[in-house]
T-cell receptor, first 116, second 111 residues
Framework: KAGVTQTPRYLIKTRGQQVTLSCSPI?????VSWYQQTPGQGLQFLFE???????NKGNFPGRFSGRQFSNSRSEMNVSTLELGDSALYLC???????????????FGPGTRLTVT | GQQLNQSPQSMFIQEGEDVSMNCTSS?????WLWYKQDPGEGPVLLIA?????ELTSNGRLTAQFGITRKDSFLNISASIPSDVGIYFC???????????FGKGTRLHILP
């Protein structure tokens, strides 16, 4: 079974631009979560999507948005990029929950975004 | 808000040594997850714990869910070079199920 894939792997943008990152979950997984990872703040939760609906949201400004498509693929968008948005953006998918919620997540390799 | 504190922040050990690291919280957790991240990759789930006092192994790795439900421990026995990386603990915040992560323990193995 293929793992979580993220595209692109690397991206360089300038301040003020916007960016769209893509994530394809493991086949059969319907939940997709996004995280921002920086050396200073570590892994921080951005949002979670399930069946095309945002189920949970972290404490990030409205410049960060996401969506999920009917095939469970997800995109996140960051508008008006700032230098502080430079980070590794990770996507994780979760298997269907049968009975007890397990919270297990399987991560992709991430997209390294550099804002100059 | 809820935070997970991992210690130590980094460790330098000799190959073959055993490793212990822990994760603590001021709040009770019902699930503890341990991940490892290699350079340039996303975290990989190592062990998931769901019950206070639970002890679970995955090869040379053993993790325990503390009985107070406010801590968890990860041990690695007979370390090898591929154990190098960052180890994260994580768990869902009770209120809304968001997963929060500790800052990680960076493991270095000396030649």
């Amino acid at each position: 079974k293929a793992g979580v894939t993220q595209t692109p792997r690397y991206l360089i943008k300038t301040r003020g631009q916007q960016v769209t990152l893509s994530c394809s979950p493991i086949s059969g997984h319907r939940s997709v979560s996004w995280y921002q990872q920086t050396p200073g703040q570590g892994l921080q939760f951005l949002f979670e999507y399930f069946s095309e609906t945002q189920r949970n949201k972290g404490n990030f400004p409205g410049r960060f948005s996401g969506r999920q498509f009917s095939n469970s693929r997800s995109e996140m968008n960051v508008s008006t990029l700032e230098l502080g948005d430079s980070a590794l953006y990770l996507c994780a998918s979760s298997p269907p929950q049968t009975g007890t919620t397990t919270y297990e997540q399987y991560f992709g390799p991430g997209t390294r975004l550099t804002v100059t | 808000g809820q935070q997970l504190n991992q210690s130590p922040q980094s460790m330098f050990i000799q190959e073959g040594e055993d490793v212990s690291m822990n994760c603590t919280s001021s709040s009770i957790f019902n699930t503890w997850l341990w991940y490892k991240q290699d350079p340039g990759e996303g975290p990989v789930l190592l062990i998931a714990l769901y019950k206070a006092g639970e002890l679970t192994s995955n090869g040379r790795l053993t993790a325990q869910f503390g009985i107070t439900r406010k801590d968890s421990f990860l041990n690695i026995s007979a370390s090898i070079p591929s154990d190098v990386g960052i180890y994260f603990c994580a768990g869902p915040m009770n209120r809304d199920d968001k997963i929060i992560f500790g800052k990680g323990t960076r493991l270095h193995i000396l030649p």
